[in-house]
């Protein structure tokens, strides 16, 4: 599905893609002057502790050098020596803008070692959580966005939307922020009475608050288009080449996305398009991440229509913990939750990569379990990493007022970079 850039007959702009200086455009003259610009790490243009070493010839770029790692965080060790559960709330501290969709790509690529195959209604209800995490990772995204450029009024409003998925993730999980929901096998409780009648009002009206709240004010605005356009180009051969995912990769023209392309937990089953851009600029990326709310919200409003019943855990209680009421009157589910909660679940030897569509791009885990109750090995594919590694080609060429933008338009978040 192509976005298409509106029109701007109302709001005409000279502004001729084609003549922009393309990335990489200036050359470093080793006999030339440039002066050296820290931007970062602390910047609130750079979304978290992300330093640029910027080489100026005036005003226009000529070199930048990404340095990231402030925060030592190691969770890819914490997650080989806590274990499996313990491990799913540190993955809320990764992109933390949706947390939720982290804790199911992670119990899902630790599913998939061992062939687990969680319930229907689970698999509707992760769909259901995952889809609002994206919605709320891209009302954040476009307002920190619009901010960045200077339109805080935007910010004020997608941030009152994404109060509204606060209180739904609140009713759910009994966290606002830090979720902690998911479970290897499951997730941690079932739907609260009237919760999903308070998600479909809130998804059926989000597309028209959009459109009065965010594009009447960016869309065709002068400046922010002026802003937009024809900067940050990321050609398509060069987003593959770079291995961008996620709006990154499909807003240069790449029709990539793993709900399509390798479907899990149902997605197969529901309706919903795949927004590509059409001149990978700044602007397009904008675009897409609109249009990709609105395609989040078609989908939650399909699994809350075929929301099945039945349970929302596997049957085996060496992987998920027995009801309390079976804990109290059975030896035997005793033992099982003990041995869960103190060891873990008991998962055969396996060895697997699994790559989840989260908001920034592809979330991937490969995971290798020796049959004890914690990965032998856990690697993280975390797409704002990837993703990042392009800016020594985007930035040069550009202006320096342009670098807030490109950044903004990459949509990164640091805590899931320096995992």
Same mark, same amino acid.
Request: proline fraction near 6%; glycine fraction near 10%.
């Given at each position: 599905m192509a976005i298409a850039r509106p029109s701007l007959e109302d709001n005409p702009l000279e502004h001729d893609i084609e003549k922009m200086a393309p990335s990489g455009a200036l050359e470093r003259d080793p006999d #030339?002057?440039?002066?050296?610009? %820290?931007?970062?790490?602390?910047?609130?243009? *750079?979304? #978290?502790?992300?330093?640029? +070493?910027?080489?100026?010839?005036?005003?226009? +770029?000529? *070199?930048?050098?990404? !340095?990231?790692?402030?925060?030592?965080?190691?969770?890819?060790?914490?997650?080989?020596?806590?274990?499996?559960?313990?491990?799913?709330?540190?993955?809320?501290?990764?992109?933390?803008?949706?947390?939720?969709?982290?804790?199911?790509?992670?119990?899902?690529?630790?599913?998939?070692? %061992?062939?687990? +195959?969680?319930?229907?209604?689970?698999?509707?209800?992760?769909?259901?959580?995952?889809?609002?995490?994206?919605?709320?990772?891209?009302?954040l995204g476009l307002g920190a966005f619009a901010m960045d450029v200077g339109a805080l009024t935007v910010f004020l409003y997608t941030f009152r939307e994404r109060e509204v998925i606060y209180d739904l993730m609140e009713a759910l999980t009994g966290a606002r922020f830090t979720v902690s929901f *998911?479970?290897?096998?499951?997730?941690? =409780?079932?739907?609260?009475?009237?919760?999903?009648?308070?998600?479909? =009002?809130?998804? $059926?009206?989000?597309? #028209?608050?959009?459109?009065?709240?965010?594009?009447?004010?960016? *869309?065709? %605005?002068?400046?922010?288009?002026?802003?937009? $356009? /024809?900067?940050?180009?990321?050609?398509?051969?060069?987003?593959?080449?770079? /291995?961008?995912?996620?709006?990154?990769?499909? /807003?240069?023209?790449?029709?990539?996305?793993? @709900?399509?392309?390798?479907? &899990?937990?149902?997605?197969?089953? &529901?309706?919903?398009?795949?927004?590509? /851009? !059409?001149?990978?600029?700044?602007?397009? @990326? &904008?675009?897409?991440?609109?249009? !990709?709310?609105?395609?989040?919200?078609?989908?939650? $409003? $399909?699994?809350?229509?075929?929301?099945p019943g039945g349970p929302i855990c596997v049957e085996d209680h060496k992987i998920v913990l027995p009801e309390k009421r079976k804990v109290l009157t059975s030896m035997e589910e005793l033992i099982h939750q003990f041995m869960v909660v103190t060891e873990g679940p008991a998962l055969p030897a396996g060895e697997r990569y699994f790559g989840c569509e989260n908001p920034k791009g592809e979330l991937g885990f490969y995971v290798k379990t020796d049959g004890t109750g914690k990965p032998f090995r856990l690697r993280m594919r975390a797409p704002s990493f990837v993703n990042l590694a392009i800016l020594p080609y985007l930035f040069p060429g550009a202006l320096l007022s342009d670098t807030v933008a490109i950044l903004g338009s990459l949509d990164f978040v640091m805590g899931e970079c320096d995992r």
């Open positions: #030339g002057e440039y002066m050296l610009l %820290n931007m970062g790490p602390s910047h609130p243009s *750079t979304h #978290g502790v992300l330093q640029i +070493v910027l080489e100026l010839d005036g005003e226009r +770029v000529v *070199t930048a050098k990404p !340095e990231i790692g402030y925060l030592h965080r190691g969770m890819e060790k914490i997650a080989e020596t806590y274990g499996y559960n313990k491990f799913i709330p540190y993955t809320d501290r990764m992109d933390y803008l949706a947390p939720i969709s982290n804790n199911i790509a992670c119990a899902l690529g630790i599913e998939a070692v %061992n062939g687990i +195959v969680t319930p229907p209604r689970c698999q509707a209800i992760r769909v259901i959580c995952a889809e609002l995490g994206r919605i709320s990772a891209h009302l *998911t479970r290897v096998g499951g997730i941690a =409780r079932d739907l609260p009475d009237g919760w999903t009648d308070a998600v479909l =009002r809130f998804v $059926q009206k989000l597309p #028209g608050t959009l459109e009065e709240d965010v594009e009447l004010l960016l *869309t065709t %605005n002068r400046i922010w288009v002026d802003r937009l $356009q /024809g900067v940050g180009v990321i050609p398509r051969d060069v987003a593959l080449d770079y /291995g961008l995912t996620g709006p990154c990769l499909r /807003g240069s023209g790449v029709e990539w996305d793993l @709900r399509k392309e390798q479907p &899990y937990i149902g997605y197969e089953n &529901y309706d919903f398009d795949v927004p590509v /851009g !059409e001149h990978g600029d700044a602007y397009d @990326r &904008y675009l897409l991440r609109i249009e !990709e709310i609105k395609q989040s919200a078609r989908i939650v $409003q $399909q699994a809350i229509a075929k929301l």
